[in-house]
């Protein structure tokens, strides 16, 4: 009796530590491609999502693969390939310049996972799921930042004249979402500021960048919006050399230029990142989806830390989050670029 009672104990923990192991065992180790039109080293936009590639290699047990394609039309096609050649389970995307390619490869291998983010892009088997982050909402939060340091001329470098400014990369649909909500946000502060606007015509020249900024603070321009990845980087430092302010764009860009660049619209690519493929290992993935992630859904925001606040005023910084949370409820609504 006494043996059959060590022999039951004995199999119940065995079964007992199957069950416990099973429970604790890695994810499955999918093959994570992270692809995009530019280069990495923008501390922007393709950064932000490549610290959710990273993220998921550590966390979640993914082989990844980044290929960046350094907004070279040749090597779109070759990438793509690439991808495939390397028999990636996945494929994040950033495919400005290359929507139509990145259809036909989807169509050609429905069974990838295919995520493109930023922009909507829909093939015929309706297998690529898009991220599509609202950057009006974002925008409309720097607009309103702005709107505060130019009617604001207790804040040393602000002028009388109500007069903020934008540099673009270049003139696209996204560009022109950014702007939209950027000067909704701006004149919901105040109905007479004026908005000027330069498209540097690239997005990896931090010189040009720069002569954009100056020839806007040149013209009372205070405050300059920085959308333009690399070539933003020049905004940030005309800012500090002109004694004028800057925001940054996509990452944290505040602590670039101490004191001189008062907040940065945050356009979250790798915590969406982290967030998509979380779905794909729970189950819950769907493709052909499109995920619209603003304010409320955490896909954009403001980085508001000590930087900010050796800038803004605390009332300034208060107005700011009660127009954050009206935005997120709804009691704010900001009208979407449909140009």
Known sequence: MKNRIVSFALA??????????????????????????????????????????????????????????NYDPVAYPQALQSVVAWGADVIFVVSYGFEDLLMQYADMYPEKKWINLDTVVQNKKNTITNVDFIEEEGAFMAGVVAGLVTTDTSIPGANRDKVIGAV????DPIMRGFLFGYEQGAKHIDKDIELKTIFAGTWDDPVRGKQAAKQLYSQKVDVIFQIAALTGSGVLEAAKEEGKYAIGVDSNQNGLQPGHVVTSMLKHMGQSIYRVYGTILDGKYKPGMVLEYGLREGGV????????????????????MDIENKVKSGAIKVERYRG
């Not at 180790?29 to 039109?37: G, P, Q």
């Not at 930087?307 to 009332?315: E, F, G, N, Q, V």
């Open 12 to 69: 119940l923990l065995a079964i007992l530590s199957l069950a416990l192991g099973s429970s604790l065992a890695a994810p499955p180790r999918y093959k994570v491609a992270y692809l995009i039109n530019g280069a990495l080293g923008d501390l922007s936009f393709y950064d932000s999502g490549q610290e959710g590639i990273d993220r998921i290699k550590k966390e979640l047990n993914a082989e990844t693969r980044t290929i960046e394609c």
């Open 168 to 171: 673009c990369g270049e003139d």
């Open 301 to 320: 925001g403001l980085a508001i830390d000590s930087h900010t606040k050796d800038i803004l005023p605390a009332k300034s910084l208060q107005r700011v």
